[in-house]
């Protein structure tokens, strides 16, 4: 349930305790649009990822809606209609660096796509590391069907994640897939059935970031570091890379822990030292 003070904002940051500690759930919260990316929602979720880039006890960000039956709808078209076209490009390159920002946080980022993820709504998405849909999602480029490109990212990451041929193809024809589809070209990692409580994707993508709570965050981020690096540059630099990320992790205090631990024969508990 929201805060009554939360009706009023578009993005919401929740941060869980207990054995949740470490996750934030950034929900976004625009009813009457869908959760079309307007100026309000697209600084709000700005300053929030500003926030938690910050916080040095965020272990895993989860993106999700707190709208039924939808993730992202996209631009909003109505307020777009209302800009110059010299505004135009000036927000778009705002939101290319929004959804550059969530791709760059040191942390893994999981985006719960319950319901559609169209156009800038999917480009959020596929900013993240991990990407978990329920059955009945949708999710589409749909750009070419208003005569415009995705322009927040979506024709560079989208490729890199199911292929080329692939891409292109979704692109071109603004065509939309649902979960199963999803998963089979690799666009999603897990796929589920929704429940009653129409929230079945943040479900499972909570149980990841569960999973990865206990591990040690400096191997997490460094991980994650030596993975986005290492695929932007050939192998062999790629395995330089690594090489220098690995290092960073051996004088830390968390892998002296680690291995006494295993030692011990009990759970490590990690400091992220």
Request: charged share 25%; proline share 5%; hydrophobic share 45%.
């Amino acid at each position: 349930m929201l805060n009554p003070k939360d009706d009023a904002k578009e993005v919401v940051l929740k941060y869980l305790d207990g054995k949740d500690n470490g996750i934030v759930v950034l929900g976004l919260n625009r009813p009457a649009v869908c959760n079309a990316l307007g100026k309000t929602l697209v600084n709000q979720f700005s300053d929030a990822i500003s926030s938690v880039r910050e916080d040095n006890k965020l272990r895993v960000l989860i993106i999700r809606s707190l709208v039924p039956k939808i993730f992202c709808a996209g631009a909003d078209l109505r307020e777009r209609a209302k800009m110059d076209n010299s505004e135009v490009p000036k927000f778009v390159s705002f939101l290319r660096n929004m959804m550059s920002n969530v791709e760059h946080l040191p942390t893994p980022v999981i985006s719960a796509i319950d319901g559609f993820a169209l156009g800038g709504g999917l480009e959020l998405a596929l900013a993240t590391d991990i990407r978990v849909a329920s059955l009945e999602a949708k999710m589409g480029l749909v750009e070419t069907k208003w005569a415009i490109i995705p322009g927040a990212g979506g024709t560079q990451r989208l490729p890199r994640i199911i292929g080329t041929a692939k891409a292109k193809e979704l692109i071109y024809t603004s065509r939309l897939v649902d979960g199963e589809q999803a998963m089979k070209i690799g666009l999603v990692n897990q796929v589920v059935p929704q429940n009653k409580s129409g929230d079945a994707a943040y479900q499972a993508a909570l149980t990841i970031a569960r999973e990865i709570l206990p591990n040690g965050p400096i191997g997490v981020k460094v991980a994650k570091t030596a993975i986005s690096k290492g695929l932007q540059v050939p192998i062999t630099d790629g395995l330089e890379i690594e090489k220098q990320c690995y290092a960073k992790t051996v004088d830390t205090k968390d892998r002296i822990e680690g291995l006494a631990a295993f030692a011990a024969k009990r759970i490590p508990i990690y400091q992220g030292m």
